[in-house]
Nanobody
């Protein structure tokens, strides 16, 4: 079972930036497509960005396109999400996981709160 640990969240004003990190135990995470997901209060978890196993292809939800950038360092077993021009509607708990996600690998997530 791969363990995933997210970090880097926090409280930021609208228009600000944050960089999220995801650390994976074991090497298998480096060989699969992965993504960042988020879940806002009262809403379903959604995939906001995904990246191919080699890192060359990325896709974004329309709501974050042009503002978020996903990247990965397979040598370190890490994945990142650079978030800029943050909006209050980006407030959520952010998770990393495989794409499609592994049901047993959801971590605690990292809280991102954007104030208006």
């Amino acid at each position: 079972q791969v363990q995933l640990v997210e970090s880097g969240g926090g409280l930021v004003q609208a228009g600000g930036s944050l960089r999220l990190s995801c650390a994976a135990s074991g090497s298998i995470f480096s060989f699969i497509a992965a993504g960042w997901y988020r879940q806002a209060p009262g809403k379903q978890r959604e995939l906001v960005a995904r990246i191919s196993r080699g890192g060359g292809i990325s896709n974004y939800a329309d709501s974050v396109k042009g503002r978020f950038t996903i990247s990965r360092d397979n040598a370190k077993g890490t994945m990142y999400l650079e978030m800029s021009s943050l909006k209050p509607e980006d407030t959520a708990v952010y998770y990393c996981n495989a794409d499609p996600p592994w049901s047993n690998s959801w971590g605690q997530g990292t809280q991102v709160t954007v104030s208006s």
